[in-house]
């Protein structure tokens, strides 16, 4: 899924961060990390793509709406838009709830990161901080629009426990079994767990070792990923995967090599003490530093191998596999599978910014949704 130049730098710096971005780790973490090669792989295809605006979110219903969501990270046309069969980009639910202007937040996307479809529904996760100047009062929020009648349903405001400044929440899944949504902060580092029912919302693994960034540098494209002030980014917990059979939360670091699980009953227990949650985590190991994360159909864990250029894929017995590499995929940020088990993934190109890249123009710049089978791929 998915920030000007000193301000962010600084930002960043301060581990307030968003939703992105290998190195430094020993040896061994680094080579279990690297994922092997497939002896095939799929065909790349452009679905469609943005022009001069970066985009994030993703997501693709079952019967084959698509929906893309554009961070607030500088001047955009929209937030969150549909896209044609002719691969145009229309605002969604309509023009008003993309007007956002300062002082606005209540009814208006303030700057979203994130788009999921399920349980009939659109969920548009908003970490109301536009470029990434700060959390917008009472704008941070989960929007529900229902897709039958593309209204708005349900506004899940995030109060300022949960979402304090410097928080971004970055991702989330929707748990229709137990009507709970679970949500990364990686701002600040942690998860958050929101009631679907009553709206209540909580604030769990607080700056946790596992919802913390590791101390290491990302190297993309061969390039250690620095701002231009030479800092380098450190991103907290970002990807996030439900696992529906288990009952587990999967989720990973942007900055970081180590996968980790917990039993989504824990998170939403709220009789338990922190030190009971903290019990629960399990490191599940080494992997490549993703941004977005999905289980697939197939009981996959599909994840981006940002430093590889790369989509790879975790098997139930942890073996990681790739499932396609190339040089176009500069930055495999958010993904969702389409029927017929299609995977959809958005490439937010975001090391090639003008955060990262002095003189940069993201106007300039394409923003490509690509699509790749991962049907029988290792099998």
Known sequence: ???????????????????????????????????????????????????????????????????????RWRDIPYSVAEVTSDG????????????????????????VQSVVAADGALWVLDPASPKMAGVVDSG??????????DRVERIYRLNSD?????????????????????????GLGALVAIDLDTGAHRRLLDEHASTNAEDLVLEIGGEPLR???????????????LDEEADSLYYHALTGYHLYRIPTG?????????????AAVTDLGATPAPD???????????????ERNAVVYRRPDGAIDTLVQDPDIRWADTFSFGPGGALYFTDSRLQ???????????REMQFPIYRVSASRQGE
């Open 1 to 71: 899924m998915t920030s000007c130049s000193s301000r962010l730098g600084s930002y960043f710096s301060v581990l307030l961060v968003l939703a992105v971005l290998t190195g430094c780790a020993d040896e061994g973490a680094q080579d279990a990390s690297h994922s092997s090669p497939a002896p095939e792989q799929p065909e790349l295809q452009t679905v469609a793509a943005s022009d001069g605006v970066q985009l994030t979110g993703l997501t693709v219903t079952e019967d084959k709406r698509t929906f893309v969501s554009f961070p």
């Open 88 to 111: 145009r980009f229309v605002p969604y639910p309509n023009d008003a709830w993309n007007g956002w202007t300062a002082g606005a937040g209540d009814t208006t996307f303030v700057a």
């Open 140 to 149: 941070a929020k989960l929007v529900k629009i229902d897709l039958e009648t």
């Open 162 to 186: 949960v979402a304090p400044q410097g928080s971004y929440m970055n991702d989330v899944r929707i748990d229709a079994e137990h009507q709970y949504a679970y949500v990364t902060d990686s």
């Open 227 to 241: 701002f231009t002030d030479g800092s380098a980014p450190a991103i907290h917990a970002d990807g996030i995967a």
């Open 266 to 278: 824990v998170l939403r227990d709220p009789s338990l003490e922190p030190s009971d949650r903290r």
């Open 292 to 306: 977005g994360m999905m289980f697939g159909p197939d009981e996959r864990l599909y994840m981006a191998d940002l």
């Open 352 to 362: 090639e910014t003008e955060w990262f890249e002095e003189g940069a123009d993201v």
